[in-house]
């Protein structure tokens, strides 16, 4: 590696451009820590168009421009034609930053981005949860084969470091369980229901708040939480899982009598994600859960989240994070970024 | 580094038996993952005597005589007539393991041990957490100075990985604040109050379970909590405070109806141990403060701990210990030794 370092971004949604902002700010300390220069060279965006210069794109103007007219202009010296594969094998980047749209079906186009990626010699970071969820095993032995690093920390939790938390400060350790509150949306919906508002109402002011898409599916049928479950399996308890394999239930189903009944039981409702070992296999499941108000749990508010991971050696540990905003998606990007460098610097 | 290390262990209390037994269990993992054959050479108790052996000492016998006479036995091979700096002059080991019983008036005489240690040119792996507390960063610029590793996660929530979270995890940012329950004799005790039992049953309740010196102030007091304060204002904001410049209030003041009173408020009272810049300048305090009931800190029973670290990129993440035993400090240690291995061998 050398002192300089180029970037291909694919996607420039609103963790993406959380993450040019850091890198903008973060320039001087990268140099003066690290001595490196990191360049963004390319930017395939599905709905903003395409930059491209192997000098490095002038990230405040492409900023800029998106924040105003919600794409690059097409004054933009910098604009190109390329498609994302082609940015990626046109880009000759050093790494391929994958910020696409997730395709809960399969993982695409994710995967394909992070095959030609590494069949290109690049590094890959991923804020995807879709090419861990659906393909870990194979995507991490092929970038083994090249020498290449493949990671992942944003894709669950944002920055909070769980995978980072096991795999560099847990040595020697092995994930028996773990148990996690990981989608916000979900967990926002059941804390207004508390409250007394109804189901439909409060996927409404989920919405209007920005936690939950026009098509809220995704969050409250359980599939964001089940590939982040069949995530952790993969990569925590070396499984080799997909989303479907995760036995399922959302919260459409949950009613305010469910919630009321849960309170005078002095519980909450909570959507958990849930791991184990059944027979030295690795199992998931997402599943509206019964939580005791003293319990740690309970205390996991709106887009707060936590997960507990079980080990052998260690015991239980259990790590939260409290009222993440965008900025903590794009620090997990970065932190990947400075781990890429400390380990390929050495 | 070769493939052979040895290791002095000054002290022989529960700690430093749970982890001999704990690399007992480990050996063929070590020799396996790591080629490392681990070998206690030298073992200074204060009240059981020492034992030394180049070669290696028989562990499962040392700890079987400990646990059958208290001490170990006159007629064991291995025994030697040393004192703690004797063994660590005498010893030619390559790591010390410092889990002497700490006095919290100075961080004496495991400074001393240290010292002589780097002086020795060996490693040094503290659970002690004096001089962490009381003289950082003077001990960590002479192991720079030496190239030696000076580690000690064990120091604060056992082997919970706190330090190693800020340090291999959080890349690139800085700690702004942080806020802990640390100190579980005293959180054993406030928590049998709320039963309703009185401070003086509590305490007593507390050393009957083992969680209680006889001599109970240090954790009543404060001091403990304020060690633990002092250890993360030097290692993880780059203090250099000791233990009584820690503002420091215990719970021995804390009546029957003052934890009512909390109560009424929906609250608890909780020993928090709490961390901040004061024009640039690290501070600490530990108080009984008021906790909401539906705050993550008011789930914090018995034993268990937390600690909530704020950054300046990441926000705030927390990590929990829940319900830990005398091999969750084991593993502290043990993983020290591990990251010494991954470290020394690249």
């Not at 083994?144 to 350790?173: I, R």
């Not at 790590?319 to 390929?344: F, N």
Request: aromatic fraction near 6%; glycine fraction near 6%; include cysteine.
């Amino acid at each position: 590696m050398t002192n300089r370092i180029t970037l291909c971004l694919a996607g420039f949604g609103n963790a993406a451009q959380a993450f040019c902002r850091l890198l903008l700010q973060q320039q001087q300390y990268l140099y003066k820590m690290h001595q490196v220069k990191v360049d963004v060279t390319a930017i395939a965006g599905r709905s903003k168009g395409a930059l491209f210069d192997p000098v490095g794109i002038d990230l405040s103007r492409a900023l800029e421009e998106v924040a105003h007219h919600g794409m690059f202009s097409s004054n933009n010296p910098q604009l190109a034609s390329l498609t994302t594969l082609g940015s990626i094998q046109r880009s000759h980047a050093q790494v391929l930053v994958e910020l696409s749209t997730l395709s809960i079906e399969n993982g695409q186009p994710a995967i394909q981005h992070i095959e030609e990626a590494l069949c290109q010699g690049m590094h890959v970071i991923t804020a995807n949860k879709g090419p861990i969820a659906w393909d870990f095993r194979r995507l991490k032995e092929l970038a083994d084969q090249s020498g290449k690093w493949l990671l992942h920390e944003t894709v669950v939790m944002d920055g909070a470091p769980v995978f980072n938390l096991v795999k560099e400060t847990l040595p020697g350790c092995s994930v028996t369980s773990f148990k996690g509150i990981l989608n916000s949306t979900t967990n926002f919906i059941l804390e207004e229901m508390e409250t007394g508002m109804a189901y439909e109402d409060a996927v409404r002011e989920a919405q209007r708040r920005g936690f939950a898409e026009a098509d809220p599916s995704l969050d409250v049928e359980g599939w964001d939480a089940a590939a982040k479950t069949s995530a952790l399996l993969n990569v925590l308890m070396n499984g080799n899982v997909t989303p479907p394999e995760i036995l399922r239930e959302g919260i459409m189903k949950i009613s305010m009598e469910d919630v009321k009944a849960a309170q005078k039981k002095n519980c909450k409702i909570k959507l958990l994600c849930e791991g184990w070992l059944e027979n030295g296999q690795p199992r998931g499941r997402v599943l509206p859960s019964l939580v005791e108000k003293n319990d740690l749990f309970s205390t996991i508010d709106a887009t707060s989240s936590i997960l507990s991971v079980t080990t052998d050696l260690m015991g239980e540990i259990c790590m939260v994070e409290r009222h993440p905003e965008i900025e903590q998606t794009a620090y997990g990007i970065y932190s990947d970024l400075l781990t890429l460098i400390r380990k390929t610097s050495k």
